[in-house]
């Protein structure tokens, strides 16, 4: 995958760059030999042509190796997995239902794994509901396995969990293509050790996190990866949720989700795909987050993007891994408790619109290209960019509005320049431009809320030249004379973690102009420093190396 490239000393490499999803020949096989394989066939009386299948009542025990084609309806019955003698066993669902008040209508006790595949033109359905569980240990999802789960195909499963998860396994859980229907009361995917999607169609409604990984002490493990995919997910808390690395590098998913849109406890990384968070508290969080190519939209009540190790209140309880400081810039560094929390924009078209910061980092940022547009706050209480570390500007596109209250200005800026301005109370839905002395335009947005500050970042800004900023209408002549200009930003305390200057400030980027495509999707996060709180002062231009 893409390497972030930074000016940030001992940044540690993404550690999630190297996850992928690794499938076996037999992952990738939906067809079957019928008149080879064994059938189980539902209903009042279940029947079966093959001697590795016990049948008691209703419940259904498949104790060796092979394939098993599987149709028919069945009420309180099950489809028990105990192969001892550790081969792969594969499930072929045929039009098949199966229901349970009591336990899990699929649960896979043993095997070296499962392969799960949904016959072509098929419509299999899954359903549990609230129980007192009369198992000596709790299967807490409808489909549930303690060995690595595959599913293929590209017939529908449709699972009703009506007593907590939809589909779990305690292993490795991964999908290769299918269409899926989860509604359920906790959990919509869990794959405890890893979650690994590479395609499929998925609509889940869930009434805890919609796709989740967790691990018990590997820390290797509990990672997600999709690779392709077509996802809405409706979650009453996080819509993905990882207690380790996420790495997103395909796949188109719609997310609207009660807190996070997207949360990994350590790592999370896109290096492609389309994501569009709906709704959320806030949408994308992670220790370090690295946004290297893709299409992201985000509207969040509080932060849009969240670099965080839980180490501050700002923080979700994360646990974080080495990362990289802003070692050389002006003594400006994050506290040590911040060290590994770095949020890097490679590439991509990024939009946030945030009711808190839309861009926050309780470590770094560093931006080397993408187009980032971001709508911040109204109050003065947040900003469009918080850092605590350094902001450090190498390219790209950034446009970002918001307050002007607690402004905060990137800490450096290259290869273009940065503008920070504050304007006063400016209407939602009054035009932003930002064109030269010549009247050529250099970016151009309107942003849909209330803004009172813009911070803009482009190659096509240079220092020296004179720029008209025209937002409703208020214009200002802007004079850029260093690599990041301030026009009504006052310098603050200055925060220790900025080193020297306005450390107090908020900086951003600017996202995408209409010379270079319109109104794109762009955006970066920044973060407070310290007790750094800019105020409106005069419209005198301060000019900030």
């Known amino acids: 995958e893409s390497q972030s490239i930074v000016s940030l000393e001992e940044l540690a490499s993404s550690a999630d760059s190297d996850l992928s999803i690794e499938l076996d020949d037999e992952d990738k096989v939906s067809s079957w030999d019928d008149s080879s394989a064994s059938h189980i066939t539902l209903g009042s009386q279940i029947s079966s042509d093959s001697s590795s299948v016990e049948i008691s009542g209703s ?14 309806n069945v009420t309180e019955g099950n489809i028990i997995v105990n192969a001892t003698d550790k081969g792969t066993v594969r499930l072929i669902l045929n039009n098949a239902s199966i229901s349970n008040t009591t336990t899990a209508p699929i649960k896979v006790l043993d095997a070296k794994k499962v392969i799960l595949t ?48 939809g589909i779990k396994s305690t292993d490795d859980l991964k999908v290769v293509s299918g269409t899926f229907n989860i509604t359920s009361n906790e959990d919509g995917i869990i794959g405890k050790d890893l979650l690994g999607i590479k395609d499929g169609k998925f609509t889940i409604k869930s009434g805890s996190d919609g796709m989740k990984s967790t691990y018990d002490t590997d820390t290797s493990k509990g990672n997600i990866v999709i690779t392709g995919g077509e996802f809405d997910i409706m979650a009453s808390n996080d819509g993905i949720h990882c ?33 569009a968070i709906k709704k959320c508290c806030e949408g994308l969080e992670g220790v370090q987050i690295t946004l290297n190519n893709g299409d992201i939209s985000i509207v969040a009540s509080d932060d849009g993007i969240n670099a965080a190790d839980g180490s501050s209140s700002s923080g979700m309880g994360m646990g974080g891994f080495g990362g ?44 080397n290209g993408g187009n980032v547009t971001v709508l911040g706050p109204t109050s003065d209480g947040d900003t469009a960019l918080d850092f605590d570390g350094a902001f450090t500007i190498n390219g790209g596109v950034l446009m970002a509005f918001g307050s002007s209250g607690m402004l905060e200005t990137p800490t450096s800026a290259q290869n273009g320049c940065c503008i920070v301005t504050t304007l006063g109370t400016v209407s939602a839905n009054s035009a932003f ?113």
């Open 433 to 545: 431009s930002l064109t030269d002395s010549s009247g050529n335009m250099i970016m151009s947005y309107t942003p849909t809320k209330n803004y009172a500050s813009a911070i803009v970042y482009s190659s096509d800004i240079k220092s020296g030249s004179t720029y008209t900023v025209t937002a409703g209408s208020t214009t200002q002549s802007i004079t850029v004379n260093s690599n990041v200009t301030t026009n009504g930003v006052s310098g603050g305390f200055g925060g220790g973690q900025n080193g020297g200057f306005g450390g107090g400030q908020r900086g951003g980027q600017p996202g995408g102009s209409n010379q270079q495509g319109g109104n794109q999707q762009g955006g970066m996060p920044g973060g407070n420093s310290g007790n750094g709180r800019s105020n409106s002062a005069s419209s005198s231009t301060v000019n900030q190396v």
């Open 59 to 72: 419940t259904v025990t498949i104790t060796k190796a092979g394939t098993y084609v599987i149709s028919g």
């Open 324 to 367: 990289g400081q802003n070692g050389g810039f002006g003594g400006g560094q994050a506290s040590s408790s911040d060290s590994s929390v770095l949020l890097t924009i490679n590439g991509g078209n990024i939009f946030v619109n945030a009711g808190g910061d839309g861009l926050d980092s309780n470590g770094n940022i560093v931006m």
């Open 243 to 275: 207690n380790e690395d996420i790495l997103i590098s395909g796949g188109n998913l719609t997310i609207s989700s009660g807190d996070d849109g997207v949360h990994a406890d350590a790592a999370l990384q896109v290096d492609g795909g389309t994501i």
């Open 118 to 165: 949904l016959a072509d033109n098929t419509t299999n359905t899954i359903t549990d509901k609230t129980r007192q569980s009369v198992d000596d240990e709790d299967f807490s999802s409808a489909v549930y396995s303690k060995a690595d789960l595959v599913f293929n195909g590209s017939g529908t499963l449709n699972v009703n969990a009506g007593y907590r998860n």
